[in-house]
T-cell receptor
Framework: QKEVEQDPGPLSVPEGAIVSLNCTYS??????FMWYRQYSRKGPELLMY????GNKEDGRFTAQVDKSSKYISLFIRDSQPSDSATYLC???????????FGTGTSLTVIP | DVKVTQSSRYLVKRTGEKVFLECVQD?????MFWYRQDPGLGLRLIYF???????EKGDIPEGYSVSREKKERFSLILESASTNQTSMYLC????????????FGSGTQLSVL
């Protein structure tokens, strides 16, 4: 079983839709959760960072962590064509210098 | 703003060549990482370094070596490039503190012919 599971998609939505991206994980020691946005042929850009459980909002983006279910989500409101990218989830624990990644979900927002 | 700079965006090399990929960070970070990214396989850790001259093997170190002579610079070396090393290579850094964030460079797309 992989440490982090993420549906690869692809996901295609019309402009203005609410997008929900999700990851599940198996290691209960994970405390720090990240979402990255990666445009084609570019490096991942850190989008959201959350510690432990709860929600965090930044503009049109909301990151949600449910540690009891080992489930994290990224919501994008009023999606724009410029949101078309691959979204990676990542997480780490209190020990060591290791980061664990999902394989990424490809999102296309259609104008 | 944090900055991780990779020296090349695109590289084309021939089988058997020695290849150097350079990465520099300007955040005074302790930890630096090299990943490769392949479709369907996601990010895989090649090597990481937690201090100058220190290195640790990641999940797929075979065919690679690294060098960290200065804190800000972390180099990935392909001793004898092979076609199965064609990939996107990503350098990253983190502070080394508890709960650190990981920052990536813009990537190097390497093609080995």
């Amino acid at each position: 079983q992989k440490e982090v599971e993420q549906d690869p998609g692809p996901l295609s939505v019309p402009e203005g839709a609410i997008v929900s991206l999700n990851c599940t994980y198996s290691n209960s020691a994970f405390q720090y959760f990240m979402w990255y946005r990666q445009y084609s042929r570019k490096g991942p850009e850190l989008l959201m960072y959350t510690y432990s459980s709860g929600n965090k909002e930044d503009g049109r983006f909301t990151a949600q962590v449910d540690k009891s279910s080992k489930y994290i989500s990224l919501f994008i409101r009023d999606s724009q064509p410029s949101d078309s990218a691959t979204y990676l989830c990542a997480m780490s624990s209190n020990t060591g210098n290791q980061f664990y990644f999902g394989t990424g979900t490809s999102l296309t927002v259609i104008p | 703003d944090v900055k991780v700079t990779q020296s090349s965006r695109y590289l084309v090399k021939r089988t058997g060549e020695k290849v150097f990929l350079e990465c520099v960070q300007d955040m005074d970070h302790e930890n630096m990482f090299w990943y490769r990214q392949d479709p369907g396989l996601g990010l895989r850790l090649i090597y990481f370094s937690y201090d100058v001259k220190m290195k640790e093997k990641g999940d797929i170190p075979e065919g690679y070596s690294v060098s960290r002579e200065k804190k800000e610079r972390f180099s990935l070396i392909l001793e004898s490039a092979s076609t199965n090393q064609t990939s996107m290579y990503l350098c990253a850094s983190s502070s080394g503190e508890l709960g650190e964030k990981l920052f990536f460079g813009s990537g190097t797309q390497l093609s080995v012919l």
